[in-house]
């Protein structure tokens, strides 16, 4: 970890009223344990998933916020609300699914909407980095709009596009103020393990397993950026307080990582030595490479990550290996 970040110039909010949608997934879980260990009074929502037992809430609104009486309820009252909600999968689901892309869209903007009509004094939107063209080298936040999204994520790279859009919309009529950030890859404890992993919880799942042959997706030379939930968690918080003007921040580690590397990384980090490692460049492994630019999170957020991949992966290796047995 890396402990001598600037300290945000942010006010408090110990007892502020917020709301953080998407309580149960990886980022979302972050946001609420953040809030709450600064004092802040959280409100959580829950509909299909159940809540992560370390995320700490003071009340929890239940239902489909997509339903315009739920939203309305769970906003109510609130002075900030962060958007953590999506539906998820891996390299698999992508362009496969239509959930993944309607249904995110379709809770959002009904948050948004409620939001506004509840005055709401900020929100923060958390849109991604699916927004931007393809391209080989650190992406910057001014190209998200810059031709066609990359074939391989198309249908996610424009819900988000639109989301930031809505987001500024409202923001320029003055109806809600808004943060929006696009983070890389992340990745943590409480993320989501077994059939439809993203890439990183995939492959610690089957090192701990001892899979041997130990197959991965891809020839290994794609290049990612991973950055750490609990480093997205405070940028997102953070951006909410100094730069709700709707304006997109990328937040990522800003190191370019080969997932052959990251697969090095992950088998050192779980103590797994398979005899045979086999990259399988038949399967799918959407774009080859996806970089971006990270001054603007410095300059308007003095962003730094704390977590290091390896330091990262050894967090959410202990807490997956701490977690009971199902069943």
Known sequence: MTPDRPTPARPSLAGRRVAVAGASGLLGSHV??????????????RHRSPLPPEVPADATVEGDLRVPAVAAAFVEGMERVYLCTGVVGGAGMIGRSVAQVTQTLATAVQLLEAAALAGVPRVGVVSSTTVYPPGDYPMREEEGFDGEPSPAWAGLGWMNRSLEKVAAHLTATGALPAAVIRPAAIYGPRDRFGPGAHVIPGLIGRALAREDPFVVWGDGTAVRDFVHAADVARALVDAVELAADAVPINVGAGVAVTVADLVTAVLEAA???PASLVFDATKPTTVPVRRIAVDRA???LGFVPCFEL???LADTIRWLTDQP???
Do not use: C, Q
């Not at 600064?38 to 409100?43: F, L």
């Open 325 to 327: 047995p199902r069943g």
């Open 310 to 312: 390896r330091d990262g």
């Open 32 to 45: 609420a344990a953040l809030l709450a260990a600064e004092g802040a009074v959280v409100r959580v929502s």
């Open 271 to 273: 103590g797994h030595r």
């Open 298 to 300: 410095r300059e308007r």
